[in-house]
């Protein structure tokens, strides 16, 4: 099966996507990875989107790790799609550790540009982890949604919403999987 994890910076996707490869056996991939595969960007985009069709048929596990919007559509449809989210206020203080404490301007203006830049994207687990930062913990605040959800009506149609930890990230990922 495939996952896609997508979401804006800082927002905890490699770290769902590392706990969730060591229980799946996936081979994770972030970005623009599939560069690699041609020397043409369409090219690669192509070759990327049959790998994970043909990774999907197959039954092979694969993990891809979104963080622009436009990438979203080389996910197969039926791939598990999970949103990560934070405040951006948690956002700026986890890039501003990134980059040695300082925050410079135009990266602060960046990011409070691209804030909610997939909020309108349809998935199928939303994960929040502002309150890990808050909390101090390895948490974070998951809404599992309807199949074909957007965000906008998942979170309404979704009430609970309590603290998990990576680990209980992925065991809510890994039940979706089984269910697909």
């Known amino acids: 099966m495939v996952v896609g994890i997508f979401g804006e910076s800082c927002t905890g996707k490699s770290t769902i996507a590392e706990e969730l490869s060591g229980r799946t056996n996936a081979k994770i991939y972030s970005g623009k990875d599939y560069l690699k595969l041609a020397k043409n960007e369409n090219e690669a985009k192509a070759k990327f989107r049959e790998m994970l069709n043909s990774s999907e048929a197959a039954g092979e596990n694969v993990i891809y790790v979104i963080a622009e919007k436009e990438q979203l559509s080389l996910l197969p449809e039926k791939a598990v799609r999970v949103l990560t989210t ?40 939303l994960v929040c982890t502002s309150s890990a930062e808050t909390s101090g913990t390895n948490a974070a605040s998951a809404d599992a949604a309807s199949e074909n959800a957007t965000s906008a009506n998942a979170a309404s149609a979704n009430t609970a919403d309590s603290s998990v930890s990576v680990s209980d990230t992925c065991d809510r990922i890994v039940a979706l999987l089984k269910n697909r």
């Open 86 to 125: 934070a405040d951006i206020d948690v956002i700026k203080k986890r890039f501003a550790k990134r980059m040695n404490g300082v925050l410079p301007a135009p990266v602060a203006a960046m990011l409070e540009k691209k804030h909610g830049l997939f909020d309108n994207e349809k998935y199928d687990l």
